[in-house]
Structures are given as C-alpha cells and as structure tokens.
C-alpha cells in the first residue's frame, strides 16, 4: 500500500481553522489497533524577506482516555480568558492603529500631567 494510501486511511474526519496567518488542523485519526484519537495542528505562515515562505508546523495528540480532562482545561482557561479580557482582541497585530492611538492617549496624558504641575507649581510670591 503507497504511503498516500495509508495516509487518507488514517484520517477519519477533519475540520479547518483559518485564524490570519496561523491554520489549525483538527484530525481525527485511527491507530493501528483502529482506535481513534485527535491530533491538532498549527501550521503557521512565515514570510521571508525576499517573498518567500516557510511554514512552521507544532502538533498536539490527544487521546480519548485525556479528553473529558483536556475538554474541561480548555474550557476553564477559556472562559477564565474571557471574563478577564472579554472577547475583543487587543493587539498590535490585529489593531492597525494600535501605536498611534496609545502614542496619541500617552501625549494627552502627558500633556494634563505637564498642565496640572505647572498648576500646582504656581508660586504666588511671583505674581
């Protein structure tokens, strides 16, 4: 049997996450006793500086007798995420302006710290 062969054997059921550059792989994949476990894969995108790319691949395999405790990890740390940080992403990388409005916010911080010193520095004897 040709290697490819072996390979659609193994994969059983497969789902696709695109996220920006990184795309995760969920497989569902069967041993050779024909027991079925996940493996999750993210295969991330590197653009080199003469406009090629590589990509970078890490690879998780999770089997069923580790599911109900991964399962209820995940959860935990997600929902932990969420009512922390809510679900809007902050990031330089997903917030083109990100720079310019915390530089612009910084300024105007400055600019109220500066005003109220020369405020409160005021000498009335100069006056």
């Known amino acids: 049997?040709?290697?490819?062969?072996?390979?659609?054997?193994d994969e059983?059921?497969?789902?696709?996450?695109?996220?920006?550059r990184?795309?995760?792989?969920f497989d569902v994949?069967?041993?050779?006793?024909?027991?079925?476990?996940i493996t999750i894969t993210e295969s991330k995108k590197f653009t080199e500086e003469d406009g090629?790319?590589?990509f970078k691949k890490h690879k998780i395999y999770l089997y069923k007798e580790d599911f109900a405790a991964f399962t209820d990890i995940l959860e935990e740390m997600t929902a932990y995420v969420l009512n922390h940080k809510?679900?809007?992403?902050?990031?330089?990388r997903h917030q083109k302006d990100f720079k310019?409005?915390?530089q612009q916010?910084?300024?105007?911080?400055?600019?109220?710290?500066?005003?109220?010193?020369?405020?409160?520095?005021?000498d009335f004897d100069d006056i």
């Open 22 to 25: 990184r795309t995760y792989f």
């Open 1 to 9: 049997m040709r290697e490819n062969d072996m390979l659609e054997k």
């Open 29 to 37: 994949r069967a041993t050779k006793a024909d027991d079925y476990y």
């Open 100 to 102: 310019r409005e915390y």
């Open 12 to 20: 059983i059921f497969s789902k696709v996450l695109r996220a920006g």
């Open 52 to 54: 090629s790319f590589h």
């Open 86 to 92: 809510g679900e809007e992403v902050i990031s330089e």
């Open 105 to 122: 916010e910084t300024a105007e911080e400055e600019t109220k710290t500066t005003s109220e010193k020369s405020f409160t520095d005021i």
